[in-house]
């Protein structure tokens, strides 16, 4: 017996290998290996880890794979930004039951073009075939980064105070959280992939899909002015929030102060969702908070640009990015959305 009818193809492993190594020549070998940039006095690297999830579920649906690559480089770039890391390098695993050449083909291209987009090294990674373990036509996508950052410029939010303002940047819809009541709420309502959805302006496959964005470019320039920086993943505004606040602290967040994007109110209505648990599950809208004091909304860093009919205040982040101011930290260890 071989082991290709045990279901591992080494030769068609051997092949995807070779197509990865053209896409970065430092891949090959047991482990890679990455010298630490000069110039550092207190170097402290940063390492975080995270997954697609069940995103995977609705990309292997509409046979669409590049968007899940990008998603994985940038929902790990966000992660480590918090701490006021620069990405360094990123590794990746795949996992399946029966290797897909074209289809991991488009998973690494992804993965390859977000590393570029983002200036990281693309280190390695691990392609295994896995009969038994993961059904013959799905994989799982995993996602390892390691930046660096000056240990003075550590962002850890201990300088965070009552009164500070929170800052909400755009996410591009549900980035990487919240699939698996979405796709519960499309079984039980029996709802298609391909549903044409006049509010969302696309398909709801299309909107479902798209990619985790990235807040690098936009936030590297201002690392050394913020208190702290919150990304919106599992767990929501309830359970994100509190991660960078110090003892002691709390926020409150005005749910009316931003525009809740067309696909959450979509998901609320065809789930018949609490909205506490949409807060609880889903960024609504906002992928990353920016944590700053009244002297940096008033140097310019994030400068008032409009005060709106209803007395909602909107601006823009660094002369860049349209955002809105969406609440305050407060006394008292809760996070209130009102």
Not at 137 to 164: A, C, H, Q, R, W
Not at 243 to 256: Q, S, T, W
Request: include cysteine; charge should be neutral.
């Amino acid at each position: 017996m071989k082991y290709k009818e045990a279901g591992v193809d080494i030769e068609k492993g051997d092949t995807f290998k070779k197509y990865i190594k053209k896409l970065s020549n430092v891949i090959g070998g047991f482990g890679g290996t990455f010298e630490i940039p000069k110039g550092y006095k207190h170097p402290l690297l940063v390492s975080s880890v995270d997954s697609v999830g069940t995103k995977l579920k609705i990309a292997m649906q509409l046979g669409i794979h590049n968007t899940v690559g990008k998603d994985i480089v940038n929902h790990c770039v966000n992660d480590i930004l918090t701490l006021g890391a620069k990405p360094l390098y990123f590794m990746d695993y795949i996992g399946t039951g029966k290797l897909n050449l074209e289809q991991q083909k488009e998973v690494i291209n992804g993965i390859v073009d977000a590393c570029k987009e983002n200036d990281i090294l693309l280190l390695g990674g691990e392609t295994a075939e896995l009969p038994g373990l993961y059904n013959l036509e799905e994989y799982d996508l995993v996602g390892f980064i390691t930046g660096i950052v000056e240990k003075n410029n550590l962002i850890d939010g201990s300088k965070i105070m009552p009164g500070d303002k929170l800052i909400g940047l755009p996410s591009n819809g549900l980035h990487t959280n919240g699939y698996s009541l979405v796709r519960k709420i499309i079984k039980d309502k029996g709802l298609s992939l391909n549903l044409k959805i006049p509010e969302l302006g696309s398909g709801l496959g299309e909107e479902l899909l798209k990619i985790h964005r990235s807040y690098k470019d936009l936030l590297t320039p201002f690392l050394d002015k913020v208190k702290g920086l919150i990304h919106i993943t599992g767990g929501g505004f309830y359970g994100n929030v509190p991660r960078i606040l110090p003892k002691g602290l709390g926020a409150k967040i005005y749910k009316d102060s931003w525009d809740i994007p067309p696909i959450f109110k979509f998901i609320q209505h065809e789930g018949e969702v609490e909205e506490r648990e949409m807060f609880e599950v889903f960024n609504m809208g906002i992928g990353m908070i920016v944590i700053v004091d009244d002297f940096e909304v008033l140097s310019g860093i994030c400068a008032i640009s409009t005060s709106l009919p209803d007395g909602r205040q909107a601006g823009t982040f660094g002369g860049k990015e349209k955002i809105s101011f969406i609440g305050e930290i407060k006394r008292g260890e809760r996070v209130e959305i009102i």
